[in-house]
């Protein structure tokens, strides 16, 4: 059982300020954490079902005294589409939708993007909470307020900066969670710390055993300091026109990887962990980053990956895969590289020749990963 604790996080954006609450038993109270930031409102809970289906008990108590109606459906990678966003939006009319209604996405990262996309859409912008129940979800996607869906061509192409009115996450939702998707959620608390904080990269390379086992200390100092992490960048750069860039570090070469496989194959933090160890490479490549700080990244992604089968790809295929990345000017691909573990910088348009080289050299790690015991 994760330890009682509660951290309250404030995010300030142009659009107003909004507390991310980290909190055992927040669920229990979510009705009223709702109301407390925005009043009675009809709430549509727009939730992934396996989610709902174990963990939606304890949300329906903290909503009993609330007006609600539960949105139910399978949100996986492959559903996050426009059809899907439209068959959302014309549940929530006709079940009697207005203006003044507050969709409650429930899940994990893609219920938070699809479900902050119709309320951003549905009436041209309405309310929304995010409720996170994924590792991967909580440290990063649930804050920012980055909406969206993809494309059959690129992901996360269609979408909108919408922010959250309040984002609550509660610890004991990873109690339950499966370990692959428990380990892909830790590649974004990797990532974390080589953008921002050599502190966290320090914590995450030396308790893997604690990390690993979900001590309640370690789930709730990698929440705590992703979020505080995530907020700082967003409160500096609300629409990725600079700073907030930095938290793609790994992302490109990811994204690709997963338009190669078809979003079939592996989660996003997979995919993430698969292009830090890339990015890492081709920092290194690119003279930024010493072999040290390189092996280190390497090292301690690979201590909490998943053992992948990668070794049907070809690189080439993948960094062609780039082009129609949204983080791309005018074709030309946008890099986030490392400098040092803590510090990273942009370069558009490397070499491609040293963009295969480090995408090859990431899929023989994820060979030699698939040979270990984990």
């Given at each position: 059982?994760?330890?009682?604790?509660?951290?309250?996080?404030?995010?300030?954006?142009?659009?107003?300020?909004?507390?991310?609450?980290?909190?055992?038993?927040?669920?229990?109270r979510?009705?009223?954490?709702?109301?407390?930031?925005?009043?009675?409102?009809?709430?549509?809970?727009?939730?992934?079902?396996?989610?709902?289906?174990?963990?939606?008990?304890?949300?329906?108590?903290?909503?009993?005294?609330?007006?609600?109606?539960?949105?139910?459906?399978?949100?996986?990678?492959?559903?996050?589409?426009?059809?899907?966003?439209?068959?959302?939006?014309?549940?929530?009319?006709?079940?009697?939708?207005?203006?003044?209604?507050?969709?409650?996405?429930?899940?994990?990262?893609?219920?938070g993007?699809?479900?902050?996309?119709?309320?951003?859409?549905?009436?041209?912008?309405?309310?929304?909470?995010?409720?996170?129940?994924?590792?991967?979800?909580?440290?990063?996607?649930?804050?920012?307020?980055?909406?969206?869906?993809?494309?059959?061509?690129?992901?996360?192409?269609?979408?909108?900066?919408?922010?959250?009115?309040?984002?609550?996450?509660?610890?004991?939702?990873?109690?339950?969670?499966p370990?692959?998707?428990?380990?892909?959620?830790l590649?974004?608390?990797?990532?974390?710390?080589?953008?921002?904080?050599?502190?966290?990269?320090?914590?995450?390379?030396?308790?893997?055993?604690?990390?690993?086992?979900?001590?309640?200390?370690?789930?709730?100092?990698?929440?705590?300091?992703?979020?505080?992490i995530?907020?700082?960048?967003?409160?500096?750069?609300?629409?990725?026109g600079?700073?907030?860039?930095?938290?793609?570090?790994?992302?490109?070469?990811a994204?690709?990887?997963?338009?190669?496989?078809?979003?079939?194959?592996?989660?996003?933090?997979?995919?993430?962990?698969?292009?830090?160890?890339?990015?890492?490479?081709?920092s290194?490549l690119?003279?930024?980053?010493?072999?040290?700080?390189?092996?280190?990244?390497e090292?301690?992604?690979?201590?909490?990956?998943?053992?992948?089968?990668?070794?049907?790809?070809?690189?080439?295929?993948?960094?062609?895969?780039?082009?129609?990345?949204?983080?791309?000017?005018?074709?030309?691909?946008?890099?986030?590289l490392?400098?040092?573990?803590?510090?990273?910088?942009?370069?558009?348009?490397?070499?491609?020749?040293?963009?295969?080289?480090?995408?090859?050299?990431?899929?023989?790690?994820?060979?030699?990963?698939?040979?270990?015991?984990v």
């Amino acid at each position: 059982m994760v330890q009682r604790g509660m951290t309250l996080v404030r995010v300030e954006t142009s659009a107003g300020a909004y507390d991310v609450r980290v909190e055992v038993g927040a669920l229990e109270r979510a009705g009223q954490f709702v109301e407390a930031a925005l009043g009675q409102r009809k709430i549509f809970v727009v939730a992934d079902e396996a989610v709902w289906a174990c963990q939606g008990e304890r949300l329906a108590a903290g909503l009993e005294d609330a007006d609600w109606t539960l949105l139910s459906i399978p949100l996986g990678e492959t559903r996050k589409r426009l059809a899907t966003v439209e068959e959302l939006c014309q549940a929530m009319h006709r079940n009697g939708a207005d203006r003044r209604s507050v969709v409650v996405a429930f899940g994990g990262g893609v219920a938070g993007d699809v479900g902050g996309f119709v309320a951003a859409s549905y009436m041209r912008g309405i309310e929304f909470v995010q409720v996170p129940t994924t590792l991967l979800a909580q440290v990063d996607a649930a804050v920012g307020g980055k909406t969206g869906v993809n494309l059959a061509s690129g992901k996360n192409l269609v979408g909108a900066f919408h922010q959250p009115a309040l984002v609550l996450i509660d610890p004991q939702t990873l109690e339950s969670l499966p370990d692959r998707e428990y380990r892909a959620g830790l590649q974004e608390v990797v990532k974390h710390g080589v953008i921002r904080s050599p502190e966290l990269f320090d914590y995450m390379e030396r308790h893997r055993d604690a990390v690993l086992d979900r001590r309640p200390e370690a789930v709730e100092y990698m929440i705590s300091a992703s979020v505080r992490i995530k907020s700082a960048v967003v409160r500096e750069d609300e629409r990725e026109g600079g700073l907030r860039r930095i938290l793609n570090f790994g992302h490109t070469l990811a994204h690709a990887l997963e338009a190669e496989t078809a979003y079939s194959r592996l989660l996003h933090g997979e995919a993430v962990g698969f292009g830090l160890v890339a990015a890492a490479k081709l920092s290194e490549l690119r003279g930024r980053l010493s072999a040290g700080d390189r092996q280190r990244i390497e090292t301690t992604v690979l201590a909490y990956a998943t053992a992948l089968s990668l070794d049907d790809l070809d690189p080439s295929c993948i960094v062609a895969r780039i082009a129609g990345d949204k983080k791309s000017v005018g074709g030309r691909p946008r890099f986030v590289l490392a400098e040092a573990i803590g510090r990273v910088s942009e370069e558009l348009d490397p070499p491609s020749a040293h963009v295969v080289e480090a995408t090859a050299y990431a899929l023989r790690a994820w060979l030699v990963r698939e040979t270990q015991v984990v």
